[in-house]
């Protein structure tokens, strides 16, 4: 993924290790609240990201078909580390814990490592890179990893 420091709607492509395009990122500039969509090269809408207003603690809904599909929140109290919460529906949550800011973090389910977000694998300065576990979904994780890019 890339970061996008002064951009006019932070729109951009995701690639494979190899380079090819694999998730288009479309997001919106002049709104009231920060809306990410998450869509194939050709333009399908997969996931769609926003922030939600008025709210304690920082929170971002993401969403599929109209439908919400996990809620992320950051932990008001964070001595050490960023902590991020994702509570997925229907399945059980997401933890996101590590230095959001140089993107160093990773994403566990039941302590199981879902994916690591790292700057680590890359010399250039505006691009991380998104490991994602074998059998998870691979736009649903992205999601993930914009919305806390988001916030």
């Known amino acids: 993924m890339r970061e ?11 690639e494979t290790a190899g380079g090819a395009p694999a ?6 500039a002049l709104r009231v609240r920060n809306t990410i969509k998450i869509q194939t090269p050709r333009g399908q809408p997969l996931y769609t990201v ?6 304690v603690k920082k929170t971002m809904v993401i969403e ?3 439908r919400t599909v996990a809620t992320i929140q950051k932990a008001l ?31 566990t ?14 010399r250039v300065r505006d691009t991380y890179g998104v490991e994602v576990m074998p059998g998870e979904d691979d736009a649903f994780v992205l999601a993930v990893t914009a919305a806390i890019d988001a916030i």
């Open 23 to 28: 998730y288009r990122v479309d997001g919106k």
């Open 64 to 66: 599929r078909e109209g």
């Open 4 to 14: 996008k420091l002064v951009s006019f709607g932070n729109d951009f492509v995701i």
């Open 109 to 122: 389910r039941n302590g199981q490592v879902v994916a690591r977000v790292s700057k680590r694998w890359f």
């Open 77 to 107: 109290v964070t001595p050490l580390r960023d902590r991020f919460d994702v509570q997925v529906v229907g399945g059980p949550p997401l933890h996101v814990r590590g230095n959001i800011v140089d993107h160093e973090y990773t994403i």
């Open 50 to 55: 926003q922030e939600r207003m008025i709210r």
